[in-house]
């Protein structure tokens, strides 16, 4: 029997790198999961690629901009009938702006990257959370970021601050659901090898590339996070690539 045999989960941020990799975990270890996010052909790709390896019956593709807070509750009542209501929540859709100084933002660039980056987790969580409290039972991921402990001029105003409202949204949820049977893990990782690499101001080089983290690094944190005892919460996890990089 699989660890998450019976599970229902939701991946948002499902379409590409670490999202697409931890849809890919959990179905794996034997959940069924609707994969979340705005463009439809690459959840698709990636239900397909799934279906392929362990079977369609338990992937389920509905596109959402987690930003839209009524597009989020259409959406998690859609994964609730295609699977059963969710168990399992992982807030993973994130974007980045360009440029990211405090001093040349956009005020549009800086309100869609809160709006997604932290308004869409809330959303997702509000969404979910009555299901999970009728249940007794519940585990919320957050990928969050290292620049939501330590916020950077690399990573940006607008991420930086938004990542720490992730961080601090899930030390609330631990604070008030924890006594619902709810767990809540944010995960900060470091640099990763992802499509939103080339959102930044600089190009990345290939050798900086292959000193990060790549996807399946924190697929597994996320993983892990979510199936330990009920009893267990991993309440924050810090993953970085073992070599700095100057």
């Not at 601050?161 to 995960?187: F, P, W």
Request: glycine fraction near 10%; hydrophobic fraction near 45%; aromatic fraction near 2%.
């Amino acid at each position: 029997m699989a660890a998450l045999d019976g599970a229902a989960a939701i991946v948002t941020g499902a379409g590409t790198g670490i999202g697409a990799a931890i849809a890919a975990a959990l179905h794996g270890a034997g959940a069924a999961v609707t994969l979340v996010g705005r463009r439809a052909e690459p959840l698709a790709e990636v239900a397909g690629g799934l279906g392929e390896r362990l079977g369609a019956d338990r992937v389920h593709v509905c596109p959402c901009d987690v930003s839209d807070r009524d597009a989020v509750q259409a959406a998690v009542r859609d994964a609730a009938q295609a699977h059963g209501p969710a168990t399992i929540l992982v807030n993973n859709a994130g974007i980045n702006t360009n440029p990211r100084s405090v001093a040349q933002v956009s005020l549009p660039d800086w309100d869609r990257t809160v709006a997604v980056d932290l308004s869409g987790v809330f959303y997702c969580v509000r969404a979910t959370l009555p299901a999970m409290r009728a249940a007794g039972r519940g585990t919320v991921v957050n990928v969050a970021s290292t620049a939501g402990r330590w916020g950077s001029s690399l990573a940006g105003a607008a991420y930086s601050s938004a990542k720490h409202g992730v961080v601090g949204l899930t030390q609330v949820i631990n604070d008030e659901e924890s006594r619902n049977g709810i767990r809540c893990t944010a995960i900060l990782p470091g640099e990763v090898e992802t499509p939103i690499l080339e959102q930044r101001p600089e190009p990345v080089s290939a050798e900086r590339r292959r000193a990060m983290l790549q996807p399946e690094d924190v697929a597994a944190a996320a993983l892990l996070a979510a199936t330990l005892p009920d009893r267990a919460c991993i309440t924050e996890l810090v993953i970085k690539p073992r070599v700095a990089y100057a």
